[in-house]
């Protein structure tokens, strides 16, 4: 088990370093690859979208937690932009020809908790992924 | 960020290569790339995926933006010989039944 963290402004070197973090996380402990893809992918998607519309393309405080456990591998993300204006109960994927709009039922796909709540130091992701074994 | 790097084949078929991770960091990149070649008058291109080892749905997104754009052109895009993250993304996002995979970048068009 291990707890790892980035916490930066947000801009063009947050996705790298955020999949650096996640790195540090799996040369620590031994995660099964199909875990690290799903988790991969989602956190992509989620920071994706905070670097680009937390702050509507000004920086934003972020802050980053994978906390890699017996059962699953959980990462938040807080960061202290506007609230984020989404339904994640009304989550779908869009037609083939969509050019965009994919990221959050992607990440909703692979994992098996995608939750936001939003309070008064900000917004609040949590994603999860249990282990596949 | 520089371009991904290109090659014609014989039969005419631009080829690009995207290497790495294919995020909102790089897709711009190949989206533009991608316009700037079918505003070259070419319309048959291959997304040769074999070093991207990672997508994601920004560039799932340059992907089919390019797609529509080479068909307005009277061509087409293909992609060839996607690594096993990309074959997954795909799926998952059910456009493997939209973007036709290919073994090699070679033989995409040959059909």
């Given at each position: ?12 070197e947050?996705l ?43 920086p ?13 591998v ?28 994919r ?11 995608l ?15 249990r282990?596949?074994? | 960020?520089?371009?991904f ?19 909102m ?26 070093s ?26 293909r ?33």
């Amino acid at each position: 088990m291990s707890e790892h963290t980035f916490e930066a402004q947000t801009g063009p070197e947050t996705l790298a370093e955020i999949q650096r973090t996640l790195d540090a996380a799996w040369s620590e402990d031994d995660v099964p690859d199909d875990t690290r893809m799903c988790i991969e992918l989602a956190v992509s998607e989620i920071g994706t979208n905070i670097i680009e519309y937390s702050g509507d393309g000004q920086p934003v405080r972020l802050r980053m937690v994978v906390a890699v456990r017996p059962e699953s591998v959980a990462v938040t993300f807080t960061d202290d932009g506007h609230p984020a204006p989404v339904d994640l109960a009304r989550i779908s994927m869009p037609g083939d020809t969509a050019e965009s709009g994919r990221g959050l039922a992607l990440a909703h796909r692979v994992l098996d908790e995608l939750s936001y709540s939003r309070d008064k130091n900000g917004n609040h992701w949590t994603l999860i992924r249990r282990r596949s074994e | 960020m520089g371009d991904f790097s290109t090659r014609t084949t014989g039969s005419g078929v631009v080829v690009v290569q995207p290497t790495g991770r294919l995020n909102m960091v790089a897709a711009p990149t190949l989206r533009k790339q991608l316009n700037d070649i079918v505003d070259g008058g070419a319309s048959r291109i291959v997304v040769d995926l074999s070093s991207t080892e990672f997508i994601d749905s920004s560039g799932l997104g340059a992907l089919i933006a390019a797609l529509k754009i080479a068909r307005n052109a009277g061509g087409d895009l293909r992609i060839a010989a996607p690594t096993k993250q990309v074959c997954t993304v795909l799926e998952l996002s059910n456009l493997d039944r939209v973007l036709r995979t290919y073994a090699s970048a070679d033989s995409a068009f040959d059909e």
